[in-house]
């Protein structure tokens, strides 16, 4: 069983402004209230999956969302268990009502072929260069131009089932809500990473290869955050009706 979760933060608590001010500390929070020592596990709520990458590190996804109302931020959670809403509460400001989990294959199994979903990824794009020393490994950075950032996604998209639909300006449609450099502490390292926010419209071509890229995630990074890619109906489209809604 796998489940989805969103966190309401309240970014006015000093718990969860310390939190949210590392990447590596974050994970450490998401990985203990989805690790199987957890000792209490809430009730599974009714509320309907609105949204939707590997899976990261403990079978868990995560990302963080900037920008909601009083409450500042909003984390969503991918998981094979329900997170221990005891943690997330402590460490992330949050009150119970903040908290909403549901079960995901219900959600995933009503995906089919052709259908136009709202899409939402915050990715970490990247491109590997070959070193030209024999026995030396490569190198990897981050991708920086938008076109670049664009193709990287379709190309992701294609191998994911589903492709961006297209304008009458014969472009994807897609956005880049956000572009920029991330970097945080790690042990005595300091870990430095591109992220990405897409925005945009997308059409399933295989809704079993789209289930699986909406359970593993998208790209590399999933321990910080990255690839959970979610899904939301656009208004006037038509889909099924017992398809959940926003």
Same mark, same amino acid.
């Given at each position: 069983?796998?489940? #989805? ?6 970014? =006015? ?22 690790? $199987? ?13 609105? #949204? ?22 909003? +984390?969503?959670?991918?998981?094979? /268990? ?25 959600? +995933? ?5 052709? =259908?136009?979903?709202? #899409? ?11 070193? $030209? ?9 981050? /991708? ?9 996604? %379709? ?10 639909? @297209? ?8 956005? /880049? ?6 970097? #945080? ?5 300091? &870990?430095?990473?591109?992220? &990405?926010?897409? %925005?945009?419209? +997308?059409? @399933? %071509? ?27 109906? /656009? ?12």
């Amino acid at each position: 069983m796998t489940y #989805f979760s969103r966190v309401l933060i309240n970014t =006015q608590s000093w718990r969860a402004r310390r939190a949210l001010a590392s990447r590596e500390r974050l994970h450490a929070i998401i990985a203990r209230a989805v690790s $199987d020592a957890s000792p209490v596990r809430p009730a599974v709520s009714d509320m309907p999956p609105s #949204f939707g990458e590997r899976k990261g590190e403990g079978g868990h996804l995560w990302r963080l969302d900037s920008g909601h109302g009083s409450h500042g931020a909003c +984390l969503y959670i991918v998981s094979s /268990i329900v997170p221990d809403s005891g943690i997330l509460l402590d460490q992330l400001g949050s009150s119970a009502r903040d908290v909403a989990t549901s079960e995901y294959e219900p959600f +995933l199994e009503r995906l089919s072929l052709g =259908q136009e979903w709202g #899409f939402r990824l915050c990715a970490n794009p990247t491109q590997s260069h070959r070193s $030209d020393t024999p026995g030396l490994r490569g190198t990897r950075t981050g /991708i920086v131009l938008e076109k670049d950032q664009i193709a990287w996604l %379709d190309r992701q998209g294609r191998r994911c089932g589903f492709h961006m639909t @297209i304008n009458r300006m014969d472009a994807p449609e897609v956005v /880049i809500r956000e572009s920029r450099i991330i970097s #945080f502490a790690r042990q005595r390292s300091t &870990v430095t990473l591109s992220s &990405v926010a897409y %925005d945009g419209i +997308l059409a @399933i %071509d295989d809704p079993e290869s789209l289930r699986h890229a909406l359970l593993t995630g998208i790209g590399r990074g999933k321990r910080y955050g990255f690839g959970l890619l979610t899904l939301v109906p /656009i208004p006037g489209r038509t889909f099924p009706d017992e398809v959940p809604r926003a």
